[in-house]
C-alpha cells in the first residue's frame, strides 16, 4: 500500500524547501526593522486608549471561541462520513487550520488588509499602508511596523475566519482525496483565494465602495468565508469526482449512511456556540453595546433555522430528522451572519426560516442535478445559506446600525450592491476553486486509487485506524 512518503515528489519536495527558504530570507531581512513603526508592548496603544485593554480581550477571547468551531466541523463532518475514512478526515481538519494559517499570515492578511485602515475599538492596525482597490501589499509576515499589538489582534481573529474557509471544504471532497492535494490547497486558500476577496469586502476595496448604498456589506462573513468555502469545495468535489458507488448508471443518488450520529450532534452544538465569538465578536470593540442585538439575533436564525428544518422533515416523512434540524440550523447562522448587526431580531427570525428552504433546495440542485458529491451537504449550507444571507442584507437592514438601510427601510441601492456582491463571490469561488484543483489534478493528482478508496483511506495513507479493533 502507498504511504504519504511515496506520494512526495522530488519536485513536491523541491517546491517546499523553496517557499521555506523564501520565508527564512524574507523574515531574515526585515529583523533589523521588526518594530520600525509599530507598538509591540501595547504600551502607547493603552496611553492613548483607555478601553485599549477591554476591546482587545474581547477580540481575543472571541477569537478562542470561533478557534473551538474547528473541533465542531470535525466532528460533524467525521460523524457524517463512513468509519473507514475518518482519521484521514481528521488528519485534514487539524492540518488545514494549521497550514492555512501559516500561509495566511506570510501573505494573505498582508493582500487582505494593505490600506485598510483597520481599527480594535479606537486603536489604528499599524503597518497596513499599502494597497490599492484589488489588493493589500503591506504588512507581510508581520513585520516592520506590523509587528504591532493591534494588527497581531486583528490577525489572528481574521486567521480564525481563513481558517474556517478553508475547513468547509474537507468534508465536500471527503473519503476519496488524496491528502497531499488537500493541503496543498489549503496552502492557497489561505494565502490568495479567501483574502483577495476579503480585501474587496473588508479591506477597503472596490465592493465596500460601491456608489449603491453603503457599498456592499457583509457583517461577519456569509459571502467572504461560507461562499467562499463552499464553491471552493464545489469545484473540488466535481473535479476529484464522486465517491465509487455513489451514483447509478441512470444518475440518481444513493446514500452512505455516516458512522457517528453523536459526533454530527456534538459537532452542531459546538459550532453554534462558537457563533457567539464569530459574530459579536466581529465588532473588534466590546465598548460597542451593539453586541447584545448580534448575540440575540445569532440565536434566533439558529434556533429557527433548526426548527423550520425538523419540521419540514415531519411533513415530508413522518420523521423528526436530527440530521436536518442540524443543517438547518447551520444553514440559519450562515444565513443571517452578514446581516446580524444590521437588522431587528424579528427580521432574524425571517432569516432563519428561509435558510433551511434554500439549503435543502441547493443541496438537492448539487446533487440530482449536478451529480456532484458533496457528502456532508456543505454547498447548501454555507454557499446557499451564505448566498441568501448577503441578499437578506439588502431586504432587512433597518438603519440603526453603520448606516446600512434595505427595503424595509425604503432603500434600494443597498440591495443593487449585494446583488453585486453575491454574483462577484460566487465567479471568485467557483473560478479560483476551479484553477487551482485544477492544477492540481494536473500535477499532483487529486483522487486516491480504487483500492485505497474501497479499503478505507486512513490505512493507506496515515497507517492508523480510527476504531482499531483490539485483540487480546
Given at each position: 500500500?502507498?504511504?504519504?512518503?511515496?506520494?512526495?515528489?522530488?519536485?513536491?519536495?523541491?517546491?517546499?524547501?523553496?517557499?521555506?527558504?523564501?520565508?527564512?530570507?524574507?523574515?531574515?531581512?526585515?529583523?533589523?526593522a521588526?518594530?520600525?513603526?509599530?507598538?509591540?508592548?501595547?504600551?502607547?496603544?493603552?496611553?492613548?486608549?483607555?478601553?485599549?485593554?477591554?476591546n482587545?480581550?474581547?477580540?481575543?477571547?472571541?477569537?478562542?471561541?470561533?478557534?473551538?468551531?474547528?473541533?465542531?466541523?470535525?466532528?460533524?463532518?467525521?460523524?457524517?462520513?463512513?468509519?473507514?475514512?475518518?482519521?484521514?478526515?481528521?488528519?485534514?481538519?487539524?492540518?488545514?487550520?494549521?497550514?492555512?494559517?501559516?500561509?495566511?499570515?506570510?501573505?494573505?492578511f498582508?493582500?487582505?488588509f494593505?490600506?485598510?485602515?483597520?481599527?480594535?475599538?479606537?486603536?489604528?492596525?499599524?503597518?497596513?499602508?499599502?494597497?490599492?482597490w484589488?489588493?493589500?501589499?503591506?504588512?507581510?509576515?508581520?513585520?516592520?511596523?506590523?509587528?504591532?499589538?493591534?494588527?497581531?489582534?486583528?490577525?489572528?481573529?481574521?486567521?480564525?475566519?481563513?481558517?474556517?474557509?478553508?475547513t468547509?471544504?474537507?468534508?465536500?471532497?471527503?473519503?476519496?482525496?488524496?491528502?497531499?492535494?488537500?493541503?496543498?490547497?489549503?496552502?492557497?486558500?489561505?494565502?490568495?483565494?479567501?483574502?483577495?476577496?476579503?480585501?474587496?469586502?473588508w479591506?477597503?476595496?472596490?465592493?465596500?465602495?460601491?456608489?449603491?448604498?453603503?457599498?456592499?456589506?457583509?457583517?461577519?462573513?456569509s459571502?467572504?468565508?461560507?461562499?467562499?468555502?463552499?464553491?471552493?469545495?464545489?469545484?473540488?468535489a466535481?473535479?476529484?469526482?464522486?465517491?465509487?458507488?455513489?451514483?447509478?448508471?441512470?444518475?440518481?443518488?444513493?446514500?452512505?449512511?455516516?458512522?457517528?450520529?453523536?459526533?454530527?450532534?456534538?459537532?452542531?452544538?459546538?459550532?453554534?456556540?462558537?457563533?457567539?465569538?464569530?459574530?459579536?465578536?466581529?465588532?473588534?470593540?466590546?465598548?460597542?453595546?451593539?453586541?447584545?442585538?448580534?448575540?440575540?439575533?445569532?440565536?434566533l436564525?439558529?434556533?429557527?433555522?433548526?426548527?423550520?428544518?425538523?419540521?419540514?422533515?415531519?411533513?415530508?416523512?413522518?420523521?423528526?430528522?436530527?440530521?436536518?434540524?442540524?443543517?438547518?440550523?447551520?444553514?440559519?447562522?450562515?444565513g443571517?451572519?452578514?446581516?446580524?448587526?444590521?437588522?431587528?431580531?424579528?427580521?432574524?427570525?425571517?432569516?432563519?426560516?428561509?435558510?433551511?428552504?434554500?439549503?435543502?433546495?441547493?443541496?438537492?440542485?448539487?446533487?440530482?442535478?449536478?451529480?456532484?458529491?458533496?457528502?456532508?451537504?456543505?454547498?447548501g449550507?454555507h454557499?446557499?445559506?451564505?448566498l441568501?444571507?448577503?441578499?437578506?442584507?439588502?431586504?432587512?437592514?433597518?438603519?440603526?446600525?453603520?448606516?446600512?438601510?434595505?427595503?424595509?427601510?425604503?432603500?434600494?441601492?443597498?440591495?443593487?450592491?449585494?446583488?453585486?456582491?453575491?454574483?462577484?463571490?460566487?465567479?471568485?469561488?467557483?473560478?479560483?476553486?476551479f484553477?487551482?484543483?485544477?492544477?492540481?489534478?494536473?500535477?499532483?493528482?487529486?483522487?486516491?486509487?480504487?483500492?485505497?478508496?474501497?479499503?478505507?483511506?486512513?490505512?493507506?495513507?496515515?497507517?492508523?485506524?480510527?476504531?482499531?479493533q483490539?485483540?487480546?
Amino acid at each position: 500500500m502507498p504511504t504519504l512518503k511515496a506520494t512526495m515528489t522530488p519536485g513536491m519536495l523541491r517546491g517546499l524547501l523553496l517557499v521555506l527558504l523564501g520565508i527564512g530570507l524574507f523574515v531574515g531581512s526585515g529583523a533589523t526593522a521588526l518594530a520600525a513603526g509599530g507598538d509591540p508592548t501595547g504600551a502607547d496603544t493603552l496611553a492613548a486608549d483607555p478601553n485599549a485593554g477591554l476591546n482587545f480581550a474581547w477580540v481575543l477571547v472571541t477569537g478562542f471561541l470561533v478557534f473551538s468551531m474547528q473541533l465542531g466541523f470535525a466532528l460533524l463532518g467525521a460523524g457524517l462520513m463512513r468509519a473507514k475514512h475518518t482519521v484521514n478526515y481528521m488528519t485534514k481538519s487539524f492540518m488545514d487550520f494549521c497550514i492555512t494559517g501559516i500561509s495566511y499570515w506570510a501573505f494573505g492578511f498582508a493582500l487582505m488588509f494593505g490600506a485598510s485602515g483597520a481599527v480594535i475599538g479606537g486603536a489604528v492596525a499599524n503597518g497596513l499602508t499599502k494597497g490599492n482597490w484589488l489588493i493589500g501589499y503591506s504588512g507581510f509576515f508581520l513585520t516592520s511596523d506590523a509587528y504591532d499589538v493591534t494588527t497581531i489582534a486583528l490577525w489572528f481573529f481574521q486567521m480564525i475566519f481563513a481558517a474556517t474557509a478553508a475547513t468547509i471544504v474537507a468534508g465536500m471532497v471527503a473519503e476519496r482525496m488524496k491528502i497531499t492535494a488537500y493541503l496543498a490547497y489549503s496552502f492557497l486558500i489561505g494565502a490568495i483565494i479567501y483574502p483577495i476577496y476579503g480585501h474587496w469586502v473588508w479591506g477597503g476595496g472596490w465592493l465596500a465602495t460601491l456608489p449603491f448604498g453603503s457599498g456592499a456589506r457583509d457583517f461577519a462573513g456569509s459571502g467572504a468565508v461560507h461562499v467562499i468555502g463552499g464553491t471552493v469545495g464545489l469545484m473540488g468535489a466535481w473535479l476529484v469526482g464522486p465517491r465509487i458507488g455513489k451514483f447509478n448508471a441512470d444518475g440518481t443518488p444513493n446514500q452512505f449512511k455516516g458512522h457517528n450520529l453523536v459526533y454530527v450532534v456534538a459537532g452542531t452544538f459546538i459550532l453554534f456556540f462558537g457563533w457567539f465569538g464569530f459574530n459579536p465578536g466581529t465588532t473588534l470593540a466590546a465598548t460597542d453595546l451593539r453586541i447584545s442585538v448580534i448575540a440575540v439575533n445569532t440565536f434566533l436564525a439558529g434556533a429557527t433555522g433548526a426548527v423550520v428544518a425538523l419540521y419540514l422533515g415531519i411533513v415530508r416523512t413522518g420523521k423528526a430528522d436530527i440530521i436536518a434540524a442540524c443543517n438547518g440550523s447551520l444553514a440559519g447562522l450562515v444565513g443571517v451572519t452578514a446581516s446580524v448587526a444590521y437588522v431587528a431580531p424579528w427580521a432574524a427570525v425571517v432569516i432563519g426560516a428561509v435558510a433551511p428552504l434554500v439549503q435543502q433546495a441547493a443541496a438537492n440542485f448539487v446533487e440530482r442535478r449536478l451529480r456532484i458529491d458533496d457528502v456532508v451537504g456543505a454547498f447548501g449550507v454555507h454557499a446557499g445559506g451564505g448566498l441568501w444571507g448577503l441578499l437578506a442584507v439588502g431586504i432587512f437592514a433597518d438603519g440603526t446600525y453603520g448606516g446600512v438601510s434595505g427595503l424595509v427601510a425604503g432603500e434600494g441601492g443597498q440591495l443593487v450592491a449585494q446583488l453585486i456582491s453575491m454574483g462577484t463571490v460566487a465567479a471568485w469561488g467557483l473560478g479560483t476553486g476551479f484553477l487551482v484543483f485544477g492544477l492540481l489534478k494536473k500535477t499532483v493528482g487529486l483522487r486516491a486509487s480504487r483500492e485505497e478508496e474501497m479499503e478505507g483511506l486512513d490505512m493507506p495513507e496515515h497507517g492508523i485506524e480510527a476504531y482499531p479493533q483490539q485483540v487480546d
